[in-house]
């Protein structure tokens, strides 16, 4: 009965609690394991990783330092006079937007492209009857 009792007594001492602090690390030892000097030399991919970093900042810096954020080629378009639909006398159906070719204010108004999915493939030869049914282009009801 007491070998019982004895090897209990060493149990609940060998045992660590639960609320145990943990061990103790010193701030020194931290500083002598993250020296610059010996993480090359321990880490090797160190290198390429900076390489990489860097060019990617690099390139960001570059990249917007372009300024490429700013106002694109889109603030070219001028829109002329009355060149809203519901601006115009005429009564139809067909209500286009206008626009002056290349901002140029002396060339005359042209008709926006469509606000619809529309592609224009060139150099496509396809046999009559595809092409008749699935070229909606220049057709009067694909035209709005």
Not at 59 to 67: L, R, V
Not at 75 to 103: C, F, L, T
Not at 121 to 142: C, I, M, Q, S
């Amino acid at each position: 009965m007491s070998s019982i009792a004895a090897m209990a007594s060493r149990r609940a001492f060998a045992r660590q609690s639960v609320f145990r602090a943990p061990a103790r690390r010193f701030y020194s030892s931290k500083l002598e394991e993250a020296s610059l000097d010996k993480a090359p030399r321990r880490d090797p991919e160190l290198y390429v990783l900076l390489g990489v970093m860097s060019g990617a900042f690099l390139g960001a810096g570059w990249y917007f330092g372009k300024k490429p954020t700013s106002v694109t080629s889109e603030s070219n378009v001028r829109i002329g006079d009355s060149a809203m639909p519901w601006e115009r006398e005429d009564d139809g159906k067909v209500y286009k937007y206008q626009y002056h070719p290349h901002g140029d204010k002396s060339q005359p108004l042209r008709n926006a492209p469509s606000a619809l999915n529309t592609v224009i493939v060139p150099n496509v030869t396809l046999p009559a009857d595809l092409h008749e049914r699935y070229n909606k282009y220049g057709k009067e009801e694909w035209d709005y």
